[in-house]
């Protein structure tokens, strides 16, 4: 066949073309990389080509109207008819009377920041949680916009019989979604009530939370101190579900660490509303490592961005450590320091990619294990080759000695709760004293163990 004779093949769609303004409101923090900068990045997140000069409007009040002013509206309606974009994203959440009369004066579909957001989350859900948690997320953004989407149609008001057969597809449309408000909501609660099963059931176990702006390095972070293969991408929003793996320290004491969906300045309410129980999963570890990009020129706004949203959940009495990663992009070492002064928490420098800086991370951790931990000497018949072995997963050994012929002695180090899950399943032969340790140890606490062998 000749090339002429060749089938064609259809081309990719093309990428859509999306321009982007906005307005600076009082309190909000200019972006060092240029306005709309992050906005830029959540289009391209999204698989949209961001395009426009970036027409930015400083006002102290918005327009209830339009949100920004009418000069801005002409110069935004001018750049539209010049680039011919598909839509027009604007950098603030916008109300339906926003929407409705930007679209009237810019002839393109309008879209906010959450929406961009939603949209994001939408294509990267994978888990049935994650699903669910988008889609009510989205049905609530989209309750008090339904009438936009009907516009064309004539309602009937004031009549008997206006429900049933006789409602208009905008009501009909309101009380379907808000149903399915209520359905998701149900949904999400047995799955949460689920979840909090499983994360009890793990208790006895140490548990290390990160938290951190989106894009901060957290995965990569996760699968270099565990060998686990997660995604780590970079791009906003690249995690959306909690992921634990398992993290074993240099002493062979293991500890659970969880990675989750990153935080963004002006995060839409709903949809951390809608990923409480994922959030908190996390957010109530025994310890918090607070990942931020020591690279990016707005780490420290980031940085408060996400403490905004740790406070939001009522959380303040946290253990945190502040993690400042991919320290191999930065081109000046002494700016690092300028993070770290006034910082109230412990503070370590690290590269996820190089490695440089994890040994101190994990001796933190580590420092932090034996501040909870308890140390207890244990008297094993040497005959009974199970206790030994059910001690010795049970915790950090510090030091094995053969007594005599017949029995071994065991020191470990062990959290509260691994040595009452021991106490439980070893036999009435062994021994178990406790040489102390343990923050959190009682002698109430002990004495209920003991009742309970």
């Known amino acids: 066949m000749s090339r002429s004779q060749k089938s064609t093949r259809p081309t990719a769609k093309p990428r859509e073309r999306v321009l982007v303004c906005g307005v600076l409101m009082p309190g909000q923090a200019e972006e060092h990389d240029g306005p709309l900068s992050e906005l830029r990045e959540l289009l391209r997140a999204s698989d949209v080509e961001p395009i426009g000069s970036g027409i930015v409007q400083r006002k102290d009040t918005p327009d209830p109207a339009t949100l920004m002013g009418k000069g801005k509206v002409a110069e935004i309606a001018a750049e539209v008819e010049l680039l011919e974009p598909d839509a027009v994203a604007v950098d603030n959440d916008l109300s339906p009377a926003h929407i409705r009369n930007l679209e009237k004066a810019w002839g393109v579909r309008v879209l906010d920041r959450s929406e961009v957001i939603l949209d994001i ?48 597809q905008l009501e009909t449309d309101k009380r ?73 320290l240099p002493d062979s004491r293991a500890v659970l660490l969880s990675d989750t969906v990153g935080f963004l300045q002006r995060l839409p309410h709903h949809l951390v509303a809608s990923f409480q129980a994922t959030l908190a999963e996390t957010l109530h570890a025994d310890l918090l490592l607070h990942v931020v990009d020591a690279s990016h020129p707005d780490a420290s706004t980031q940085l408060e961005a996400v403490d905004r949203v740790l406070d939001e959940f009522a959380w303040t009495d946290r253990r945190e450590v502040l993690v400042f990663n991919k320290i191999d992009r930065v081109p000046e070492p002494l700016s690092l320091h300028s993070l770290a002064v006034g910082r109230k928490n412990e503070v370590v420098f690290v590269s996820a990619v190089t490695g440089e800086g994890l040994g101190r991370l994990t001796e933190l951790v580590m420092r932090e294990l034996d501040s909870r931990a308890i140390t207890a000497r244990l008297r094993v018949p040497l005959a009974d080759g199970r206790s030994a072995a059910l001690a010795r997963a049970s915790g950090g050994v510090q030091s094995e000695e053969l007594v005599g012929e017949e029995s071994l002695t065991l020191v470990l180090k062990l959290s509260q709760g691994s040595l009452g899950n021991l106490r439980r399943s070893l036999g009435a032969a062994v021994e178990v004293e406790i040489l102390g340790g343990g923050r959190d140890v009682s002698e109430r606490t002990l004495a209920g163990e003991r009742r309970g062998r």
Do not use: C
Request: glycine fraction near 8%; avoid cysteine; charge should be positive.
């Open 176 to 248: 379907l979604l808000r149903k399915r408000v209520q359905d998701l909501k149900r949904e999400l609660e047995g799955i949460a009530e689920r979840r909090q099963r499983e994360v009890r059931s793990r208790s006895d176990q140490f548990t290390v939370g990160l938290v951190g702006y989106t894009n901060a390095g957290k995965s990569t972070l996760l699968n270099r101190l565990t060998g686990a293969e997660e995604l780590a991408a970079d791009m906003l929003f690249a995690t959306l579900d909690t992921r634990t793996r398992q993290w074993r």
């Open 121 to 168: 989350f939408a294509r990267r859900a994978r888990t049935s949680q994650a699903r669910l948690q988008v889609e009510l997320a989205q049905a609530e953004y989209l309750l008090p916009r339904l009438k936009r989407m009907w516009t064309h149609l004539e309602r009937m008001e004031g009549a008997v019989g206006t429900r049933g057969p006789g409602e208009t």
